[in-house]
Every structure is written in structure tokens, then in C-alpha cells.
């Protein structure tokens, strides 16, 4: 697919890759207007050649980034977080200077724990520290393609099982303790009980636009189906270190005005927590996935 693309060749924007692995900066787009069909085609070639996009310098009000996110789908809503009241599509991702806890401050793929985990996550900056609150990403692809041939046959049969909050499974804090008083990431829909966090998942999954094959793992990931949490455990954790391999990654700086737009298909991403003291505020939009296969 990547070769395909890189020959037609990007006519109407302008985009420059960030690192080896993935990630690219898209120039030449005001997001607020409607995108023609040309520059939309264009827009979503570059997602599915580099896996994350970047715009800078962007101006959206809550619905124009809406109306830019339906372009790619559906939105998908979060299964406990309350989104922005006046559009509940958006969730604000927010740390005060007060805070000390860093939302998606691991290793992830947005909602991994649902039935049918989110296509991409378009994530726009309102405010960011003067220094820190980076975002790392990680190509799924590159860490399934490392991978010998022997471990690609004996992965392929593998499922993970994943939990939207391994706190509540273990019996330790449930999810509004661990929320209260730290980040305002959004108020909580529902009672933790009453929604849907588990799903098995294969490990390796099929794209459905590229037809690759990717390391389908992150935090949630728990265990893999029918296997103990003992047998599981090694594997596990080699396979979470595996994926995230320096030259796997890309790191983005944010700035007032960034958008990135990320495909949790073939990616992992890493929130950076290293801006105590300094507020940051994000707006977030995650497209609607299809069930891995
Ligand atoms: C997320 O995991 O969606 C948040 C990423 C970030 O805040 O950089």
C-alpha cells in the first residue's frame, strides 16, 4: 500500500515525514474550511503512508474539528467519559498546573477494551505547557514485521483480553477514585459498573484499508484468551517492550494550534507527563472503528 501511495504522490498538500519510522506534517490545509474531495483523498492517503498526521497553526472552534473528524466516520463515543456539554462529541483532555496525573500516560490504543475500538483519534491543542507534553508514537506494522517468522506463527493464533480499567479488576481503586481530584478529564458518564470494558481482540490484526499485518497490543491488554495471567505474562511483557522499540517511534511538540490525527489501527501512543506545574488542554475526537479481525 505505502509504495502505491508514495507513487501517486500527495498533489494538492504538502507532506513532510517528522521520523524514519512514521509521522508526518501536513502543510498547505486550513481544517476550519470544508476540505474538497481532492485534498480530503489526499489527507487520508497520508494517514494510511505515515499513520499519524500533523497540521500546525491551526483555528478550530469545537464543531468545524467535528466536521472535519466526520469526514473519515462515525464518531465514537466514550464508553465513561462525558464529552464538552455544548458538543459532546469532543473530549476535553485537560491538566491543570495542580495535577499530578497525565492522562494516556502508558503505552495504548484508544479503547482496545471496547468491542469495537476506535478507527483514529484526531487530538487538537488549546493550550500546552511552555515546555513538555509531548506525544510519542509507535508503527505497529514495523514491530510485527521484526518479529521472526517462528513468533509470527505462534502469535497467530494468539487473543488478547483487555480491560478498560485493570484497577477495578484487580479490586484496587475503582475508576471515579482514581479520577477525583486529578485530571479534568471529563466527568464520568456512568457508574464504571454499568459499561462494557472488556474485549478479546487478535493479537495480530489485519487492516482493513492497507491489508497489513500489525502488532494489535497496549496497556489494556491484560492476558491473553484462554491463557493463565502467569502463562501470559512473559510474552506479554516482551511483546509491550518489543513494540515500542526507539526506532519504531516518532515524538511530536506540541504547540497552541497542533492537530494530530492519529489511525489506532496500526499505532501506539505514549502522553508525556512531564509538564507538572503548566496547564494543558486538549480537544479530542475518536472515529468509529470496525470489530479487529
Ligand atoms: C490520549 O491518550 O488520547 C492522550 C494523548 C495526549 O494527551 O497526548
Redesign the pocket.
Known amino acids: 500500500m505505502t509504495g502505491i501511495l508514495h507513487r501517486m504522490g500527495y498533489q494538492t498538500i504538502d507532506v513532510r515525514p517528522i521520523a524514519g519510522a512514521l509521522g508526518a506534517e501536513i502543510d498547505g490545509v486550513d481544517l476550519s474550511q470544508p476540505l474538497d474531495e481532492r485534498t480530503f483523498d489526499a489527507v487520508h492517503r497520508a494517514l494510511l503512508d505515515h499513520l499519524v498526521i500533523f497540521f500546525r497553526d491551526q483555528t478550530l472552534t469545537p464543531r468545524e474539528q467535528l466536521v472535519f473528524a466526520r469526514r473519515f466516520g462515525g464518531i465514537h463515543l466514550h464508553p465513561f467519559v462525558k464529552g464538552l456539554p455544548d458538543c459532546p462529541e469532543i473530549m476535553p ?1 485537560i491538566k491543570e498546573a495542580g495535577d499530578t496525573r ?3 500516560s502508558a503505552w ?1 490504543s ?1 479503547q482496545m477494551f471496547t468491542a469495537r475500538p476506535a478507527m483514529g ?1 484526531m ?1 487538537y491543542a488549546k493550550a500546552v505547557p511552555p515546555v513538555g ?3 510519542l508514537y509507535a508503527n505497529m506494522y514495523m514491530a510485527y514485521d521484526a518479529l521472526s517468522d517462528s513468533m509470527k506463527d505462534m502469535l497467530a493464533a494468539l487473543k488478547t483480553f483487555s480491560v478498560g480499567d485493570r484497577f477495578k479488576q484487580a479490586g484496587g481503586k475503582s475508576r471515579a477514585q482514581r479520577y477525583a481530584g486529578t485530571s479534568k478529564m471529563g466527568e464520568l458518564l456512568k457508574d464504571p459498573g454499568n459499561v462494557q470494558t472488556e474485549s478479546a481482540h487478535p493479537l495480530i490484526r489485519t487492516h482493513p484499508e492497507t491489508g497489513r499485518k500489525t502488532l494489535y497490543i497496549g496497556s489494556h491488554a491484560q492476558r491473553f484468551k484462554r491463557m493463565s495471567d502467569a502463562e501470559s505474562a512473559p510474552l506479554l511483557a516482551f511483546l509491550k517492550t518489543h513494540a515500542v522499540r526507539p526506532e519504531f517511534t516518532c515524538r511530536f511538540t ?1 504547540a497552541e494550534g497542533s492537530l ?1 490525527f492519529w489511525d489506532n489501527r496500526c499505532t501506539q ?4 507527563g512531564d509538564y507538572d506545574g503548566h496547564r ?1 488542554e ?1 480537544h ?1 475526537i475518536t472515529i468509529a472503528g470496525d470489530t479487529p479481525f
Open positions: 483532555v497525565t492522562f494516556g495504548h484508544d483519534t487530538l507534553g509531548d506525544t506540541w494530530a501512543h505514549f502522553a508525556i494543558r486538549m479530542r
